[in-house]
């Protein structure tokens, strides 16, 4: 663990992680709600005649949605989707994920976010959902842990993961930090990418069906097999944190 925090040090060049905030990505990381998203999507590419897999929605998480739509319609129709395509699609993929979405938390989410929210940490919500339906339960689930000013979802940018504007935004939320003051836990690769673009520490939570090679490769400097992993290990992480210098 030292390690991983010493090589990023030493790539961007800080002389030490000073911690204020936590960048908390939100499906599968908090909501157990990627299975759902991958059944809807898959579901409604098929309505539309758009080939698809389950699989590869759990590789999209993160994206906005109409992105998601534009690259599988230049894949599969060799062209770019129209912007009342992308709206009935989405409205259709909404509408699915609506009806199977049964709300369930990541297991230890809660308590990992109320731990470091207790510690004083700032914690915010980056996510490239733009579905209320999930974004409104954050209050109900996690009372007083999110502010909704405090959140970056598909209507806040114009770039969507793996591009760093959300993270950068989520810095910028979160009081002007700088990268080298916050971490992000994150679940999917193009998530990943968007974090480590945005220089921030970046630790990989692998709540989905792919290897943990995919999160590594896309550059986590931390790959944990669960949130509870993540959340028995915090206070080693974080005297390391708290010690680590270079």
């Known amino acids: 663990m030292t390690t991983a925090f010493n090589n990023y040090l030493n790539k961007h060049n800080y002389p030490k992680i000073d911690l204020k905030a936590i960048l908390f990505d939100m499906d599968g990381v908090l909501y157990d709600s990627m299975k759902w998203h991958a059944k809807s999507w898959k579901e409604t590419m098929d309505e539309f005649d758009i080939p698809s897999t389950s699989e590869e929605f759990y590789l999209y998480e993160g994206m906005v949605g109409s992105h998601t739509i534009n690259d599988l319609m230049k894949r599969e129709k060799g062209r770019e989707a129209t912007e009342d395509e992308i709206k009935t699609i989405y409205k259709r993929k909404t509408e699915l994920f609506s009806k199977y979405n049964d709300g369930s938390l990541i297991p230890y989410a809660y308590d990992f976010v109320k731990m470091v929210h207790d510690a004083g940490l700032t914690c915010v919500v980056v996510t490239g959902s733009g579905q209320p339906t999930l974004i409104n339960k954050l209050e109900h689930n996690f009372p007083g842990l999110f502010q909704k000013e405090l959140m970056v979802t598909a209507f806040d940018v114009k770039h ?23 971490i992000v836990v994150e679940n999917a690769p193009r998530g990943v990418e968007a974090a480590v673009a945005a220089g921030i520490f970046t630790i990989a939570i692998n709540t989905g069906p792919m290897p943990d090679k995919v999160l590594a490769d896309a550059g986590a400097d931390i790959v944990l097999p669960s949130m509870k992993a993540l959340y028995d290990r915090w206070d080693e992480l974080y005297g390391i944190i708290k010690a680590t210098k270079v």
């Open 160 to 182: 969507g993961k793996p591009h760093p504007e959300p993270y950068l935004m989520g810095l910028e939320k979160a009081g002007h930090l700088k990268p080298n003051e916050a």
